[in-house]
């Protein structure tokens, strides 16, 4: 029963959701996706649906005693009830009785369910302004680091230019060079982002996005002493390149940090008909501390980090809670989606699902 209330419940939020988000949809042209925003609702809606249930059972536990004491009223034995001369008597029509309970308590709970959205709705304002706030700083952030950017890039170029062809030097400069472009990619990104500018959906081949970011994060993975373990994929994804690049970084640099020296980050695919899922896994302690639901939220850390104390001091990594957060933003804006698919002390797995592109799609 809990389980089948639960998924009703669910289903409820995301339609009173999804259809006050459709209103505003209509009038901008285009749905919101922000995943801020919409959580924000969510939590709106869930407040009001839980007090109008609330309020019905209270409102139908008044009707069940109404209907109650009217049915023992009209039982013979008070029907022929000795009454005294001070006695008050009302005579009232059943049917009448009914019909204005029923629909004062639908009114009521129609009313402190209407109530209680409003109220809902203007608590859940500073979070809405907060999240709004940090899009400002993020935006302001990136424009800022622009232009160091693209003078580290030209730097990088003009070192290239001055080396000698048969110089050992040149690959790990045009690893330079290619590191400084991702970035500047990256920075665009979040500018667009920032921005609210409708996102668009080209088509990116995962193969060569996992084969970068296992040579990425192979660095990072070398020097804890982990192990990395890549496969490969021929899915093209509905999603920009450098969204991708940062999805799979982000999720195999958390599991690189949560895995003990001398264990295995393990990255796996598996294409559906319209899906492809990404799985990345680790050998970690698991999850403690927190919910795994919550780990996606912005600065929520677990104990996971802690457990994994054993690890060299010097290659200890400290994280700030805004990785997963990124990379559920970049989901869920793609159509996608990403959560925890299974953690304890083996290990934890995330699963990120991604929408094929169209012509994948199809063959």
Do not use: K
């Not at 809990?2 to 009703?8: E, H, L």
Request: glycine share 10%.
């Amino acid at each position: 029963m809990g389980v089948w209330w639960s998924s009703v419940h669910e289903v409820l939020i995301d339609r009173l959701t999804l259809g006050t988000d459709g209103v505003r949809g209509r009038v901008s042209g285009r749905r919101d996706q922000d995943p801020d925003r919409l959580a924000s609702r969510r939590s709106a809606v869930r407040i009001g649906l839980q007090v109008a249930v609330v309020s019905a059972a209270l409102v139908a536990s008044i009707i069940l005693l109404v209907v109650v004491y009217v049915v023992w009223q009209l039982t013979p034995q008070q029907q022929h009830e000795y009454h005294g001369p001070e006695d008050v008597h009302v005579y009232l029509d059943t049917i009448d009785l009914t019909i204005a309970v029923v629909g004062v308590g639908g009114f009521a709970v129609v009313l402190a369910g209407i109530a209680t959205w409003i109220i809902a709705r203007r608590a859940v304002r500073p979070i809405t302004e907060a999240s709004r706030m940090q899009r400002t700083f993020v935006a302001d952030a990136s424009h800022e680091l622009r232009t160091p950017l693209t003078v580290l890039n030209a730097r990088v170029q003009q070192l290239e230019l001055r080396m000698d062809a048969d110089d050992p030097r040149h690959g790990i400069v045009e690893e330079l060079q290619a590191d400084t472009r991702v970035l500047i990619d990256i920075v665009n990104d979040l500018l667009e982002v920032a921005a609210g500018r409708p996102g668009e959906h080209p088509m990116t081949p995962l193969g060569p996005e996992l084969a970068g970011a296992a040579n990425d994060m192979g660095v990072l993975a070398d020097a804890r002493g982990v192990r990395l373990d890549v496969g490969d994929s021929d899915a093209v994804v509905s999603l920009p390149s450098t969204q991708l690049r940062r999805c799979i970084v982000a999720l195999v640099d958390n599991a690189i940090g949560h895995t003990p020296t001398g264990g295995t980050v393990t990255v796996t695919t598996e294409r559906a008909e319209r899906w492809v899922a990404i799985r990345v896994r680790d050998e970690g302690p698991g999850i403690t501390g927190i919910a795994p639901r919550r780990v996606f939220d912005r600065f929520a850390h677990g104990n996971a980090a802690r457990a994994a104390g054993s690890r060299p001091t010097g290659t200890t990594r400290s994280g700030y809670g805004i990785g997963l957060a990124l990379v559920r933003d970049i989901a869920v804006r793609a159509g996608g989606e990403v959560r925890v698919e299974h953690t304890g002390a083996d290990g934890t797995v995330f699963l990120l699902r991604l929408p094929l592109a169209q012509r994948t799609a199809r063959t």
